[in-house]
């Protein structure tokens, strides 16, 4: 009995360990703005950890992941997107010894914005931001940050 309290103990203080080495370096504020009639902007902006960066929406092939706008295509009704994802300010560029190829990032703080049109009266707007980010070496996996809103003409 006194084996399996121990191992219990052990495996509880492991998974701690393990969880506790989550990073998780951009925090994302995601709302929409009504710019006329059925046509919204979804403004997306992401704060960034000191010495970390984001991804810009445009990267060459065989990079890192961009920063992406994606909608949940099962969830989402009466929607169309009208251009793509940018930001509001210049990306800086930098050559990745890693991926050997020069690369658009952001640090502190960015803003992307998305256009969308209303199909109908009403719609609802279901998806998700995907993104990586990076600092000396150091890349987080791809994450998601999810958004859903309820759309009127």
Request: with cysteine.
């Amino acid at each position: 009995m006194k084996k399996l309290f121990v191992i219990m103990v052990m495996v509880a203080a492991f998974a701690t360990n393990v969880s506790a080495q989550i990073v998780n370096p951009v925090k994302w504020d995601i709302t929409q703005k009504k710019v006329s009639e059925g046509v919204y902007d979804i403004i997306c902006k992401a704060t960034i950890d000191a010495t970390w960066h984001l991804y810009d929406a445009k990267l060459p092939e065989g990079g890192p992941l961009p920063t992406t706008f994606n909608i949940d295509e099962d969830e989402t009704t009466g929607i169309e997107l009208v251009g793509e994802l940018k930001a509001t300010t210049e990306a800086k560029t930098e050559h990745s010894d890693a991926f050997d190829m020069d690369l658009k990032y952001f640090e502190g703080t960015v803003t992307f914005v998305q256009r969308v049109k209303l199909t109908g009266d009403k719609a609802t707007l279901v998806g998700y931001i995907e993104y990586m980010s990076c600092t000396g070496g150091q890349c987080t996996p791809p994450s998601e940050a999810d958004f859903e809103f309820e759309l009127t003409k």
